[in-house]
């Protein structure tokens, strides 16, 4: 006897489905897109799919781990890109040991909010751009994309300029800034090529990115030996003695550059790179587990190399004066003393003066296997910046871009500002234009850390998976702590402007920004439950009941299920 799939939507789409937190194996099935659909023919990640091993006869495997390995370490990578690395040497250079538990802290939420993103990947099989691009209306649609690709771009200028000055500094000068910028569209799309030789390969040469920095950050950490019991009382007693605005903004800065907003998006596209049925609750609980084992792993490796930089530079260089940093220089034969003036004022570093000072007192082995540091983070997290814009702007836009196309775009987009400053300026501005970028992603954040809690929250979404009482408390206290520490850190890089012109500007703009941020908020809050900002039903018709008809209708079909 036969069905026919159009009462079976109809059932589906009764009143009643909104209010189910648990449902049968049928229902859960038919809550979710077929696995042969459309979608599924056009997906936006790899056509490849990893396989998964049968072992249903232990509670935990290590081969099932292996196959879900891969996607946390790619987005680990967004941990380790030049922008944090600057951050760590910074901190270390600034307030010592004092704020490696900032660190810790800022890595713990960061795994937190990436089991959200990975959840809405394995639950739903769609990643967080294309939940948008179906659950919001067209403006705040394409004013989310365009925040989002605004902070793709910001991540992209830094990595592009970590590499040129990691070329710079392996050339011994004799490549200068600006072609080091122009080398990064050329090697960007060698490496593009590497998916070519398959998923898995690609996920390697990833791997051996994160080894060689760990390998060369790992050596700096050595080489310098800090004090292992300072190290670990600032990893683990939260509290700053002795400390100022200096060390507040450090610590600021420090939660800015882990949270990326664009690997929220990126994670959550990622994990579909595996074979998961769907339809099989069993499998999607024991994918969201491996999925969340291999993060934790993937982040605590991402951490421990971000320890060894601000251990390094807390260890050689807090409390150095720019004329104790030159003399050194001066005796080593080093030609970059001039970027040190003959004062007594702290060192001020950047990941361009690191690898000097480290030069400088730990020899040019220590300068070089710097240099190669960067250059793998700056190389490696370039690629999945593009794979980042890739999953945006298919998801948003619903626009099949070929990857060389698409880094094409950002690339210029970003290496024109980029190369105006190595041209016409000097290093420091170069590197000083890291600050910049570090707010301009800051003010990115809420774009995608109000969404993915949305999104995991709405029971029609996520079915059984929708976030408990507990995470959604938990989450949006999480999310509005980081939003305030990121809106903090503009504030604070806004009033130093000392611009009458752009205090104007930036409150004008302000306006505007709170206004879009209010609007998603009241959206999520609806999503957690608190039904009094739900004016005229606004749930059924946008949420819940907009989800549903989406998500049962036929995906095969360009027709959309009417109630």
């Known amino acids: 006897m036969t069905t026919n799939p159009d009462s079976d939507l109809l059932e589906e789409c009764s009143p009643q489905q909104n209010g189910i937190s648990q449902t049968s194996p049928a229902q859960y099935s038919s809550i979710f897109p077929s696995s042969d659909s459309k979608e599924e023919a056009i997906s936006t990640y790899f056509d490849e799919k990893i396989p998964v091993p049968e072992d249903v006869s232990q509670m935990f495997s290590f081969r ?31 307030a010592g040991f004092k704020l490696l538990w900032v660190l810790l802290g800022a890595t713990v939420i960061g795994l937190l909010l990436q089991r959200l993103a990975a959840r809405l990947g394995v639950v739903t ?9 179906r659950q919001y209306p067209t403006v705040p649609r394409i004013i989310l994309w365009l925040m989002v690709e605004l902070a793709i771009i910001g991540s992209d200028m830094q990595e592009v300029i970590g590499c040129a000055i990691a070329f710079n ?13 122009l080398i990064t569209i050329i090697d960007t799309f060698v490496f593009l090529f590497l998916d070519k030789y398959g998923l898995r390969k690609l996920e390697a040469f990833f791997g051996v990115l994160i080894t060689i920095m760990a390998l060369s950050f790992g050596y700096e950490y050595v080489r310098v030996a800090p004090d292992q019991g300072e190290v670990l009382k600032g990893m683990f007693v939260p509290y700053c003695e002795g400390c100022g605005p200096v060390q507040l903004e450090q610590a600021v800065g420090i939660v800015g550059a882990v949270i990326m907003p664009h690997n929220i998006y990126l994670h959550s596209a990622l994990v579909k790179s595996r074979e998961i049925d769907r339809h099989n609750k069993k499998e999607v609980k024991e994918a969201n587990k491996y999925y969340f084992i291999e993060s934790s792993i993937a982040l605590f490796v991402s951490f421990l190399i971000n320890v060894f930089v601000v251990a390094v530079f807390a260890e050689a260089f807090y409390g150095k004066s720019n004329i104790e940093v030159s003399q050194q220089c001066n005796e080593t034969g080093s030609p970059h003393t001039d970027l040190f003036p003959l004062n007594n004022e702290t060192l001020q570093v950047d990941i361009y003066k690191g690898g000097v000072v480290l030069g400088c007192f730990f020899g040019p082995a220590a300068l070089y296997i710097w240099a190669i540091g960067i250059l793998a983070a700056g190389q490696s997290s370039t690629m999945t910046g593009t794979y980042s ?6 998801g948003f836009l619903n626009l099949r871009w070929s990857r060389f196309a698409r880094v094409l775009l950002t690339r210029s987009i970003a290496i024109f500002p980029t190369l105006l400053v190595a041209v016409f300026q000097d290093v420091q501005h170069l590197t000083g234009m890291n600050d910049f970028l570090n707010v301009l992603q800051s003010m990115q954040l809420p774009f995608a850390l109000i969404p993915i809690l949305t999104f995991t929250s709405v029971t029609s ?12 408390i938990g989450g949006g206290v999480t999310i509005l702590l980081v939003c305030a520490i990121n809106i903090y850190f503009v504030v604070v890089y806004v009033t130093a402007l000392n611009s009458i012109l752009l205090y104007v500007l930036a409150a004008v703009l302000s306006i505007a920004y709170l206004c879009f941020i209010c609007y998603l908020v009241w959206q999520c809050l609806i999503a957690l439950g608190v039904s009094c900002l739900d004016v005229g039903g606004r749930i059924q018709l946008g949420h819940a009941r907009h989800i549903d008809i989406y998500l049962l209708s036929n995906m095969d079909d360009d027709s959309v299920v009417e109630r």
């Open 461 to 472: 979404i996520m079915n059984d998976f929708a976030n408990g009482l507990m995470w959604k």
């Open 125 to 133: 099989g769609m990643h967080l751009a294309e939940m948008c691009n």
């Open 64 to 94: 099932k781990l292996w196959a879900f390995t891969g996607p946390g370490f790619l987005m680990s990578i967004a941990y380790l890109d030049p922008g944090n690395i600057e951050s760590d040497l910074q901190s270390g250079a600034k």
């Open 389 to 394: 814009g890739q999953f945006v702007m298919e």
């Open 169 to 181: 500094l392996l050339s011994v000068g004799r490549i200068p800034l600006w072609a080091g910028v």
